[in-house]
């Protein structure tokens, strides 16, 4: 079959043809269909992000139909469209015991990180991965649901995000758009900060409330003007280089929580007077659970968040893809068909 394989920080990435996978017992090959080019993707290629696995098949988005299936898994299962839940947790450990298959100290598997992933013909995941999609959503459109979605539904939770909150979406990609809409559900008030009008546009279509441009006004005096002077409750950092991050953090209201989901090479810095004085915290948010996966599928199957995706390429065009992404140009996904 045909991947894109990952060959380890500042390698570029190759259009190969590998083995395709045979599932083993409890799994299930899914012939994918579209696979979303995440921001992450970039951190591997630049090394930021090394978890020391190469070769490696990136792509986390992933969208597809089961192909076929391993011993120990119902047929009926065959010609299934489905969803990729990338974690494969261990199932024993504390995390995985309470439901945090994300934070598991011994993962079996994560595909597009640490196990081959999307952007390929074939994937094998285990059964239970394999996640039922509804229809009413094309393929395309329903991968970015796998990261962009589900991360903005497990960071909101956590950050306790609820009704009359002020929160600002710092950076608005695929993530960013998540957030936007996930926050707006829980009954609060978004800002969306970006520099690029069209992306502040679209958040706008999607419910926030208010917009900032970033570069063109000082974000901090705006939030505070927007919020009457309270500060954001809640700021979901989705850039994160050194400018940014003082602007988060001289946005926040007090009791104000600050959610690192995105992160640069920069160091974050802070006075712990800050944090005391306005009872703050800062928080980091990865991934997402089953559960949480679930929940995204439906909140977008009943047409509450939508997904964007700027465009779909084959395969062979991925550099088209990553390009785009690097370069800013893409309001939201770029989706690969492979
Ligand atoms: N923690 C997790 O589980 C998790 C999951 C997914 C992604 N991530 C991370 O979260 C981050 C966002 O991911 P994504 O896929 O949504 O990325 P993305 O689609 O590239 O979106 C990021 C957006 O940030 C904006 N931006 C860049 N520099 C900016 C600045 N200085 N000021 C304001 N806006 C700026 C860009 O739009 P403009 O054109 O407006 O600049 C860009 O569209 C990445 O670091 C990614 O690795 C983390
Ligand atoms: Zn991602
Ligand atoms: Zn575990």
């Not at 196990?115 to 991968?143: H, K, M, Q």
Request: glycine share 14%; aromatic share 4%.
């Amino acid at each position: 079959m045909r991947a894109i394989r990952y060959h380890g920080p500042k390698k570029p990435l190759q259009l190969e043809e590998i083995a395709t996978p045979t599932p083993g017992p409890g799994d299930v090959l899914v012939r994918v269909t579209a696979a979303g080019v995440c921001h992450t993707e970039l951190h591997f290629l630049s090394g930021l992000l090394d978890l020391g696995v190469a070769p490696l098949t990136l792509g986390h988005e992933i969208v597809g139909r089961i192909e076929r299936v391993g011993e120990g898994v119902g047929p009926a299962r065959v010609g299934e469209r489905v969803i990729v839940y990338y974690y494969s947790g261990c199932g024993r450990c504390l995390h995985c015991l309470r439901g945090d298959e994300n934070l598991c100290d011994a993962l079996r598997a994560e595909h597009g990180f640490v196990t081959d992933g999307g952007f390929a013909e074939y994937v094998r995941v285990p059964a239970r991965n394999a996640v039922p999609l509804p229809g009413g959503i094309s393929d395309a459109d329903a991968a970015p649901i796998g990261c962009g979605v589900t991360t903005a539904v497990h960071a909101a939770s956590l950050a306790r995000v609820g009704l009359g909150d002020w929160v600002v979406v710092y950076g608005v990609g695929a993530v960013g758009f998540g957030l936007v809409q996930v926050a707006r559900l829980r009954g609060a008030r978004v800002i969306a900060v970006g520099r690029t009008p069209q992306k502040l546009e679209a958040a706008r279509a999607l419910g926030a409330d208010a917009t900032v441009r970033a570069g063109a006004e000082d974000v901090a005096a705006r939030v505070r003007e927007i919020t009457g002077g309270r500060g954001a409750d809640v700021v979901f950092e989705l850039v994160a280089t050194r400018e940014t991050m003082a602007a988060s953090a001289r946005s926040l209201a007090k009791r104000g929580r600050l959610v690192f989901v995105g992160y640069s090479e920069d160091t974050f810095e802070i006075h712990p007077i800050q944090l005391v004085v306005g009872e703050q915290s800062v928080l980091g948010s990865v991934g997402n659970t089953l559960a949480e996966l679930q929940e995204a599928v439906e909140l977008v199957a009943q047409g509450r968040v939508r997904t964007m995706v700027d465009r779909v390429l084959p395969l062979e065009r991925f550099q088209e893809g990553v390009d785009a992404l690097s370069g800013g140009s893409l309001l939201g996904r770029a989706v690969l068909k492979p």
